[in-house]
């Protein structure tokens, strides 16, 4: 790769709640970033940036903007349990038009995956990235297929990508919940920019936590990417609300998602 400040970088999904939030750091830091959404960029462009409105799942105006581009940041698409129909152009024809273009253009990806990829895991088990995966939708089975694309380009084509299975990334948790599965905001930038100048990356898999005591995820491929969490949910402890009072919710890591329709009998009555 590239020096740190001539990287030519995309951002994906600039328009959400995360994509904002990157699309002003990183601007500062890669002069010439891209920034990218279905819908409209609703802040200011800084100066040295420059927004394109596009959808994922087209497939032309995708290798159209991304030509000449050595990191593509994919936080675009749908981020919450919806009907298959509607994950589908998005999360699946999206990504997949996204890992051609970097192979086009030897880029690689960093993909926002998520701990909805492993949500019905119970609550007690402390998981490693080995473990097997267990989505809790067709938004966690969206984000593995977008992981194992990764691996698929990386083996077959050496394109390499760094997948970042976030928990909660907020500016503070808010229910008993985050204090295991909060992000801070600068954690997650500190974990974009490590996974845009590790020198190699090869396909890598992250969780994206902070280093909260409570953490239910621990050994990943942080460490050789030179990255290390900072923040630790933990001193805001006092100040969360308990999970809403919901047996399936509560005893998944994957909380509220895997309650939504949930359709098995009881424990011990089927
Ligand atoms: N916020 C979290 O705690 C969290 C947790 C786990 C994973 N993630 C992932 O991180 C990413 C960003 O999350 P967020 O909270 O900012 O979500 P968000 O919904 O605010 O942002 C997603 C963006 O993707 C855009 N998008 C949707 N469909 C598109 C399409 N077809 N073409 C182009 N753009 C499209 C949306 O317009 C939106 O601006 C998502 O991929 C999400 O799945 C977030």
Redesign the pocket.
């Known amino acids: 790769m590239s020096d740190a400040a001539s990287r030519k970088v995309l951002l ?8 904002r939030f990157l699309a002003a750091e990183l601007a500062r830091r890669y002069p010439g970033l891209v920034l ?4 409209p960029f609703p802040d200011k462009v800084l100066e040295g940036a420059r927004f394109v409105q ?4 087209d497939a032309g105006r995708i290798a159209e903007i991304t030509e000449g581009v050595d990191t593509i940041i994919h ?6 349990e919806k009907s298959f129909e509607t994950i589908l ?2 999360n699946i024809v ?1 990504t997949v038009n996204v890992f051609e273009a970097a192979r086009t253009n030897r880029a690689r990806v960093i993909f ?5 990829t492993i949500g019905f895991h119970e609550r007690d088990r402390k998981l490693g990235i080995a473990d097997r995966v267990k989505p809790d939708g067709f ?1 966690g089975v969206s ?1 593995l297929f977008g992981e194992n694309v990764g691996s698929f380009y990386f083996d077959k084509f050496g394109v390499e990508s760094v997948h970042l299975r ?5 500016r503070k948790p808010t229910e008993t919940r985050h204090l295991s599965t909060w ?1 801070s905001y600068p954690d997650l930038l500190r974990m974009v920019v490590a996974s845009i100048e590790a020198e190699k990356t090869g396909y890598a898999l992250l969780w ?1 936590v902070s280093a909260n005591t409570r953490s239910w995820w621990g050994e990943d491929d942080a460490a050789r990417l030179g990255y290390r969490a900072e923040d630790n949910a933990e001193v805001f402890a006092d100040k969360v609300t308990a999970d809403p009072d919901d047996p399936i919710a509560r005893r998944f890591q994957g909380g509220s998602f895997t309650s939504q329709g949930y359709g098995r009998a009881p424990e011990g009555k089927s």
């Not at 990218?36 to 819908?39: A, F």
């Not at 936080?75 to 919450?80: I, K, L, Q, T």
Request: hydrophobic content about 45%; cysteine-free.
């Open positions: 994906t999904g600039a328009s959400g709640v995360l994509g990218t959404d279905i819908l596009a959808d994922l799942a936080f675009g698409g749908v981020a919450n152009p998005a999206g926002a995956s998520s701990n909805h938004y984000k976030i928990g909660s990334a907020l992000l994206g």
